[in-house]
């Protein structure tokens, strides 16, 4: 397994085509509303938590509270959304929606683990423990019917655990993958495979794109796709921020050719397609997929940090055009560790896009401040 040792590194020399005079355009962000749905009504504000979705339902659980940064949380709650209504896709309603608090995680208290969901189960693992240095391995799956938790394996081999937290993760019918994170030292493109039939996680080929941390992971057309996140000092990265941008169709070998890279998501190309690419990159950024719309499918980017400065910019992919369009600013406060999930609209409205994305929680840049709120893209209003 390739790792980066932070000590080791002391230059970073750009690309040859970083050398190059390149166009630079000033952005403009248009298209879209944010409307803010249910917030977490009476809880304490948390950011860089994880999640996932079952049965149309959005669960965000761990984290941690700036208020008492040296307890990180169990809390698990669920997002409920409300029905859309005919003729009023977009709802001005702020509580629109509501949560519901349930079973605590089992596990330590943690931050920066990550989630994802097999069929009618959730899991939640990895991550940041108490003490803000030790990176856990260990994962828990969770029963919505029963509202319940049981251990699973951890990530590890016979001999070594391997411990990270904020790692990515794609999930599919069967099995999830959970890949690249950091444990404070070094900063991972391994890839592991888990299947809840044999409750055991496999390692698979090495992800081929810069070894990251805190990226951002959706599932479309059963692929995974990988594109942001921080690296120290690696090739493909800017300000130590990564501009490569992979796909990942899942196969129960290890073959490398199952991954494929996109277009960069910086200006690196002499085409003008990316002249305006300002902004893109960042780490702890939040995603989620609109289908169904007039002008296709889509995914979306918003929040996150670049350059230690808290952002709200949003950008929307084609994944038919493999480009990159912004689209309006989040309308909320500027984070970084929030959570991004989509959910399937009900009823399926005639002209109205098949799913809805949504951002919750998270906090300012330096974690004095986190947020309980949570707001609902219409990408064409």
């Known amino acids: 397994m390739r790792r980066v040792n932070l000590a080791l590194i002391t230059l970073m020399i750009l690309a040859i085509f970083f050398s190059c005079k390149r166009t630079k355009l000033s952005t403009t962000y248009t298209g879209g509303l944010w409307v803010g749905r249910a917030s977490l009504s009476g809880i304490a504000a948390f950011g860089a938590a994880a999640s996932f979705t079952v049965n149309n339902l959005a669960y965000v659980g761990t984290g941690l509270n700036p208020l008492t940064p040296s307890q990180k949380l169990t809390t698990l709650f669920r997002y409920t959304p409300a029905v859309v209504p005919v003729g009023l896709p977009y709802g001005y309603d702020s509580a629109y929606g509501s949560w519901t608090q349930l079973q605590a995680f089992p ?8 989630g994802f969901s097999i069929g009618n189960t959730g899991y939640i693992g ?18 919505p019917g029963a509202n319940t938790w049981s251990p699973i394996d951890s990530i590890h081999t016979e001999s070594t655990s391997y411990p990270r937290f904020d790692a990515a993760a794609f999930s599919f019918d069967t099995t999830a993958y959970v890949l690249t994170g950091t444990d404070g030292k070094y900063y991972f493109n391994d890839v592991w495979r888990y299947s809840p039939t044999a409750n055991t996680w496999i390692q698979q080929s090495n992800y081929p794109g810069t070894p990251r941390s805190a990226a951002v992971s959706f599932v479309y057309n059963n692929q995974g796709y990988l594109v942001t996140g921080y690296t120290p000092g690696k090739l493909w990265a800017i300000n130590n921020l990564c501009y490569d941008f992979w796909s990942f169709a899942p196969r129960n070998d290890k073959d490398t050719s199952a991954w494929i890279r996109h ?13 305006g690419y300002t902004d893109i990159i960042r780490t702890k950024g939040s995603g989620f997929l609109i289908l169904g719309q007039p002008t296709g499918d889509k995914a979306y980017i ?20 493999d480009l990159w369009t912004a689209r309006q600013s989040f309308q909320g406060a500027p984070r970084a560790g929030a959570i991004g999930f989509t959910l399937t609209t009900v009823p399926a409205t ?31 209003k």
């Open 350 to 380: 005639e002209g109205v896009a098949t799913t809805r994305g949504f951002v919750a929680t998270g906090f300012n840049q330096d974690t004095t401040a986190a947020f309980a709120d949570c707001y609902e893209f219409f990408p064409t």
């Open 263 to 275: 277009l960069d998501i910086y200006n690196t190309n002499a085409a003008s397609f990316d002249d």
């Open 302 to 321: 918003t929040l996150g940090s670049n350059n230690g400065t808290d952002i709200v910019s949003t950008w929307e992919y084609d994944f038919y055009t």
């Open 126 to 143: 990895s991550g940041l423990a108490n003490d803000g240095v030790t990176a856990l391995a260990d994962f828990y799956a969770y029963n």
């Open 107 to 114: 596990g330590q208290p943690r931050s920066n683990a990550v």
